[in-house]
């Protein structure tokens, strides 16, 4: 079992920038991906941004070069989001799971924070 903790939304306008932190809290001594979804008004959820127990990322093509993840430790997960668009409007949700591969297909995501909102305006 393990909660996840987000936290560092807030608004921004265009250009601007916001970190978002989560923090994994476990018993277990497992190795965890962990990833950053998010989800806009009225459309699906999306993949942003993934990070492997050995620090393999990936990233969804549209933030590639803007939005940084990493992480510190075992269990805190960053997102750095530079250059911000009104398009990342979002709730942001930071997941995880202990199963072999990471990559943004949330299928494998067995468990998930409650989402903090970003808001970028124009």
């Known amino acids: 079992q393990a909660q996840l903790a987000e936290s560092g939304g807030g608004s921004v306008q265009a250009g601007g920038a916001l970190r978002l932190s989560c923090e994994l809290s476990?018993?277990?001594?497992?190795?965890?991906?962990m990833g950053w979804f998010r989800q806009a008004p009225g459309k699906e959820r999306e993949g942003v941004a993934s990070?492997?127990?050995?620090?393999?990322v990936s990233y969804e093509e549209s933030v590639k070069g803007r939005f940084a993840i990493s992480k510190e430790a075992k269990n805190i997960v960053y997102l750095q989001m530079n250059s911000l668009k009104p398009e990342d409007t979002a709730t942001y949700y930071c997941?995880?799971?202990?199963?072999?591969?990471?990559?943004?297909?949330?299928?494998?995501?067995?468990?998930w924070g409650q989402g903090t909102q970003v808001t970028v305006s124009s």
């Open positions: 997941a995880a799971h202990a199963h072999w591969g990471c990559s943004l297909g949330q299928d494998q995501y067995e468990y």
């Open positions: 476990t018993h277990t001594s497992s190795s965890y991906c």
């Open positions: 990070i492997d127990h050995d620090g393999a």
